[in-house]
């Protein structure tokens, strides 16, 4: 996985698998505020489904997080990573409603951008996951999803409840959901998760 290239996963399992992958391959040896890590280049892809019943999730996913999630009313599942209060109460503006109005409005729109960050806000309150894009493509509603840093390992932990975000606002529209981009501009894995990385990549073979 280039990480200029779009790449176009079928699954939350397979875009795990090929996340944990890309920066197995092209990291290198790096620092985060808790510590050492395993950094990849920026990486861009699509997922075209996204559900908790994902056999590789099942398999080699967190089952107690993944049982407590699935069992969350899909209103919840919007507060993954904590972003509930940024999306629904931002400064008295709840933002999901706004891009769906101006979707709705201009249906060719490009503006429909929702930020998760304050200018200024100090360094430890910066969320990880920082801007939602909605666009409207063949009659589909697409999101995306814009990363400052990202630790790969759980990373579907916030993929499937952001499907929820995505589901929401289709609802609004009365549109079926396309697919959900994600931008990642610092992949990286925990060192001291890197063992655990590397038995799950041993056990998944490569598509030809």
């Known amino acids: 996985m280039a990480g200029n290239d779009l790449q176009r996963w079928g699954t939350c399992g397979q875009a795990w698998i090929g996340l944990l992958r890309h920066v197995w391959r092209a990291g290198e040896a790096g620092m ?41 009313p899909r209103e919840r599942a919007e507060a993954a990573d904590g972003i509930g209060g940024r999306l629904r109460d931002r400064h008295g503006v709840d933002q999901l409603h706004w891009a769906a109005a101006l979707l709705r409005a201009r249906p060719w729109t490009t503006s429909a951008w929702v930020s998760l960050t304050d200018p200024g806000e100090t360094a430890d309150t910066v969320p990880c996951l920082v801007a939602l894009a909605f666009r409207l493509r063949a009659y589909r509603l697409v999101m995306t999803a814009m990363y400052r840093s990202q630790d790969v390992h759980r990373a579907y932990l916030s993929y499937v409840p952001l499907r929820e975000v995505q589901l929401r606002v289709a609802d609004e529209l009365g549109l079926p959901a396309g697919p959900m981009r994600v931008f990642v501009d610092v992949p990286h894995i925990a060192v001291r998760d890197a063992e655990r990385v590397a038995s799950i990549l041993a056990a998944q073979p490569e598509a030809a």
């Open 32 to 72: 985060e505020d808790r510590g050492p890590i395993i950094e990849g280049p920026p990486v861009l892809f699509e997922i075209a489904s996204l559900s908790w019943d994902d056999p590789v999730l099942g398999e080699y996913g967190d089952r107690a997080r993944i049982a407590h999630w699935s069992r969350m």
